[in-house]
């Protein structure tokens, strides 16, 4: 029995050592482009960024979400494809308040995930002009594009390569609406 119990675990012992050995030498074989970084950064910003759409409590300007999502892709001409799905909330707007989504939901959603802020008034829906094309350059260039080895020109191109596709998904599948755009646009259509 203790030889069997001394076998069984000499085994384990050797198994997992030649696992980690193997996986050791994986990593070095890997080598990650910019586009698997830049992919990477946009990643953790939309993670990290899209309870501001879902969790907003701001009455009267923002649509209420159940949830958002997002696809991110860079295709072989260096074009950043970016897809948010962002889902209205079932409960309010089968049985409670009856609302079809405008492009200017489309913007606000934008808006918010990079900005953090509505770019709307809130009795209007005018835009007030708190969010510009600059602006949102420069939140996308700070918060995505903040590397050490990318230069300004190459910041400019990626960033203009760079488009979104918004989806407002209602409840009620013909009132979906879709607008897009460059991220950086001041109005998305």
Same mark, same amino acid.
């Not at 089968?94 to 489309?106: H, M, N, Q, S």
């Given at each position: 029995?203790?030889?069997?119990? $001394?076998?069984?675990?000499?085994?384990?012992?050797?198994?997992? #050592?030649?696992?980690?050995?193997?996986?050791?030498?994986?990593? &070095?074989?890997?080598?990650?482009?910019?586009?698997?970084?830049?992919?990477?950064?946009?990643?953790?910003?939309?993670? =990290?960024?899209?309870?501001?759409?879902?969790s907003s409590r701001k009455v009267g300007l923002m649509v209420k979400?159940?949830?958002?999502?997002?696809?991110?892709?860079?295709?072989?001409? *260096? $074009?950043?494809?970016?897809?948010? $799905?962002?889902?209205?909330?079932? *409960?309010?707007?089968?049985? =409670?308040? =009856?609302?079809?989504?405008k492009i200017t939901d489309c913007n606000i959603v934008r808006n918010?995930? #990079?900005? *953090?802020?509505?770019?709307?008034?809130?009795?209007?829906?005018?835009?007030?002009?708190?969010?510009? &094309?600059?602006?949102?350059?420069?939140?996308? =260039?700070?918060?995505?594009? $903040?590397?050490?080895?990318?230069?300004?020109?190459?910041?400019?191109?990626?960033?203009?390569?760079?488009?979104?596709?918004? *989806?407002?998904?209602?409840?009620?599948?013909k009132f979906n609406l879709s607008c897009s755009g460059k991220l950086?646009?001041?109005?998305?259509?």
């Amino acid at each position: 029995m203790e030889i069997c119990k $001394n076998f069984f675990l000499s085994n384990i012992i050797l198994l997992f #050592v030649l696992i980690i050995n193997t996986q050791a030498s994986n990593f &070095e074989n890997i080598s990650p482009t910019i586009k698997d970084l830049i992919l990477m950064k946009y990643e953790i910003f939309f993670l =990290k960024n899209q309870d501001r759409v879902i969790s907003s409590r701001k009455v009267g300007l923002m649509v209420k979400y159940q949830s958002l999502n997002y696809e991110l892709k860079i295709d072989k001409d *260096n $074009n950043t494809n970016i897809r948010i $799905n962002a889902i209205m909330d079932k *409960n309010r707007y089968l049985k =409670k308040k =009856k609302y079809k989504p405008k492009i200017t939901d489309c913007n606000i959603v934008r808006n918010k995930i #990079v900005t *953090n802020k509505f770019g709307y008034n809130a009795l209007t829906l005018k835009k007030n002009y708190s969010i510009t &094309e600059d602006v949102l350059f420069e939140y996308i =260039k700070n918060n995505i594009f $903040n590397l050490q080895n990318i230069k300004e020109d190459q910041i400019i191109s990626l960033i203009d390569k760079t488009s979104v596709t918004i *989806n407002i998904i209602h409840p009620i599948s013909k009132f979906n609406l879709s607008c897009s755009g460059k991220l950086s646009d001041t109005q998305l259509y």
